[in-house]
């Protein structure tokens, strides 16, 4: 079989500053190219700021090629995908270009694969600001025309290319990814922990997110004022701060909770491992998820989970999981009272998701990811999507 180079757009990643789509792009990777037939071969693309981290897959597994641009800056982030990107591309010979992050180049000698992680720009307009939310408008769209096909993490995503972009629906594979990150590190003791928290013996509810509109923390914040002070937990925030958290704060000062809210920022392995393990619910009311990744983090750990209904959370967390109206602070309130309050509830779950997560692995990723590289490289026409 002819040899095949397959290229990796991983311009977008900015590390410790692109969420999801960056522990996807972490974990999928390796898999990949331990999965990978030897015909094929992987060039990684990526910006400036990940070469100077040299923290990933990329230089390791596979060679990586840096391609002069900030993307922590966004013009210079689609400068570099629109234009620089092809040309070196070419230059390479690459067969097949999979962007990872939801954008894509416009133009490839080759053919192109675009991820799109869910539609949230579409979805929920103020989960981004500025001159990312007329980007996303703009990019999205153009990846999804010009890519020969189109990976997505959940049906719901899938549904919604079709209903908002007009794709079509067999040029979408639905490839769902694995439960997160492999916990390489050991949890900060539990003592340490609560008292550099000052969580005392107080019950402990986990919601990890960044602090977007999207994700429904303001809710969260107000159905945890709702849960009576005997019976109320400590609601735990880690999550990279953004111009959102100031609202927050207020709204946590407002109902008189500074005793009960802790916000952090993205925390440390053993730190972030340590929260797991003191946790006695994980609470997930985001508004809208491309699939939700947070959802299986807590349930390979054990820890018993409440989730929006909304989107794809229902098609992760199938019945392992109480599901409630995200728009409904009573209804979050009861969820939280109803892990902490009945223990044969929050046995059930954490054996439920147990199972559950074990379902969702990062090779089957990797394996469904290849075919659908296949699919694009059998076509006979490279023109195609143009």
Known sequence: MAARHIGLNLIFLVPGQTGGMEVAARQLIPALIEAAPAHMRFTAFINREAASAKDGPWGELLPAVTVPANAASRPQWVLAEQL??????????????????????????????????????????????????????VLVPLAVRRSHRV????????????????????????????????????????????????????????????????????????????????????????????????????????????????????????TLEGLW?????????????????????????????????ASSLPEVAGEAALLFDPRSEQQIATAIERLLGEPQLAQRLRQAGLARAARFTWERSAQLTLESYMRALAESDPRRAS
Not at 108 to 130: F, M, S
């Open 84 to 137: 620089l990107l092809p040309a070196m591309a070419s230059r390479m010979r690459v067969d097949l270009m999979h962007s990872l992050g939801s954008t894509a180049p416009g133009w490839a000698t080759g053919r192109r694969i675009t991820t799109v992680h869910d539609l949230i720009y579409a979805h929920v307009p103020e989960a981004h600001n500025g001159i990312r939310a007329k980007g996303m408008r």
């Open 277 to 309: 393990a003191i946790a006695d619910a994980f609470v997930y009311p985001s508004l809208y998820e491309g699939f939700g990744l947070p959802v299986l983090e807590a349930m390979a750990r054990g820890v018993p989970v409440a989730c929006s209904d």
């Open 151 to 270: 990976i997505t993490d959940s049906e719901s995503t899938k549904r919604d290319l079709v209903e908002l972009l007009n794709a079509s629906p067999e040029r979408i594979d639905v490839v769902p990814l694995g439960y997160g990150t492999p916990r390489d590190a050991q949890p900060m003791p539990a003592d340490e922990l609560r008292t550099r928290l000052d969580l005392g013996n107080r019950r402990l509810v986990l919601s990890l997110s960044a602090k977007r509109p999207h994700k429904n923390l303001l809710r969260l914040i107000e159905a945890l004022a709702a849960v009576p002070p005997p019976r109320r937990p400590v609601l735990v925030l880690p999550g990279y701060p953004t111009w959102h958290e100031g609202e927050l704060r207020q709204r946590t000062a407002d109902l008189n909770l500074k005793a009960d809210i802790r916000f952090l920022d993205w925390t440390d392995a053993a």
